[in-house]
């Protein structure tokens, strides 16, 4: 090697070097870098030179703003995309809150998860801070008691879904642990009160459709995914028309608690002292009415879990027509 493809080679690898350290978020200074590498400043100064353009060339034909800009507070360099991209210390804090309240995985994997998140969604000077406000919480996270590693079986279900391919599961039911075996074509994956379920439509050959209340095949039934024992994506796809097709969001806002079953409209007064709380609860809900305090409501809800609900509101809720 000549001298100026060898010269040409140590400037190749100083700026991809320098790029690279860039990306992660570290801030370059200029001395720093000139003395590891064993150039002056001039050059690492035309480096950076060199970044910018190419940075300001992708931005042109990508839509990324990305920028190296000097930080007059740091005394360095930096990317300033890197920063844009993260999350701010008070999302990524109500994110962790909210991952550690659905109680929905391991222990081992809840740590693992709030780890990358901290590292990979917030900038390096504050991952400390953030890390200390979950600390607590973190420690006494209390896991699921079926105590199930699940993740890759649900990314499994999530690309059958997404290619209407069917699945034949062995599914442990709740009420008696009995196991069955049911052939299904999957359409979406929900989550609700510490859990992950799969909604599915029951194959129309399944023997086991005569045990089922609910045969009209506008209504799926639902299994919790950490009661799957064994899965298998079958070669097999299956179709349903677009004018027909499932829609998790319209579903999710009419169920409770998960428990399938028929649509219903429900009328009813709620007398208690927080009526934003019912339209929380129950998104169909409108009011129709209110006199002295008490409100009329109407809602359109699947299934039986209506009906938990409503008992746990004791005197506060009258249903007066359901239909």
């Known amino acids: 090697m000549n001298e100026i493809e060898y010269d040409r080679s140590s400037k190749v690898e100083r700026i991809l070097g320098i790029y690279t350290k860039l990306m992660n978020g570290h801030l370059i200074n200029k001395a720093e870098e000139a003395l590891h590498y064993g150039v002056n400043e001039r050059s690492i100064q035309r480096d950076i030179d060199d970044i910018r353009d190419y940075l300001e060339v992708n931005t042109a034909s990508q839509g990324y703003p990305t920028s190296v800009i000097y930080d007059r507070v740091r005394k360095g360099y930096r990317l300033e995309q ?41 900038p390096q000077e504050n991952q400390k801070l953030v890390a200390e406000l979950i600390r607590n919480e973190a420690f006494h996270y209390i896991e699921p008691r079926h105590r199930t590693v699940f993740l890759d079986k649900m990314w499994d279900l999530g690309q059958a879904v997404r290619s209407c391919q069917y699945i034949e599961m062995e599914y442990r039911r709740g009420k008696d642990q009995h196991v069955v075996t049911r052939k299904l074509k999957p359409v979406a994956i929900l989550f609700s009160e510490y859990y992950f379920y799969l ?27 950490d009661r799957i024992q064994k899965l298998t994506v079958l070669n097999e796809h299956f179709h349903i028309p677009y004018s027909s097709r499932f829609e998790e969001g319209e579903f999710r806002k009419r169920i409770q608690f998960m428990y399938g079953g028929k649509l219903q409209k429900l009328k009813f007064q709620y007398s208690g002292t927080n009526v934003e709380a019912i339209l929380d609860r129950l998104p169909t809900a409108k009011i129709l009415a209110e006199e002295d305090g008490v409100y009329t409501l109407s809602a359109e809800v699947f299934g039986k879990g209506i009906d938990m609900w409503l008992r746990s509101q004791g005197d506060a809720v009258k249903v007066i027509e359901r239909k």
Do not use: W
């Not at 459709?209 to 919790?224: A, G, K, M, Q, W």
């Open 199 to 225: 909604t599915a439509f029951l194959d129309d050959e399944d023997e086991s459709r005569e045990h089922f209340d609910v045969l009209n095949d506008s209504f799926p039934t639902i299994y919790r995914i």
């Open 82 to 122: 890197t920063y844009t991209m993260k999350l701010s210390n008070s999302e990524i804090l109500a994110i962790c809150k909210i991952l550690l309240d659905s109680r929905a995985f391991t222990k081992k994997e809840m740590d693992s998860m709030l780890e990358r998140l901290i590292e990979g969604c917030v």
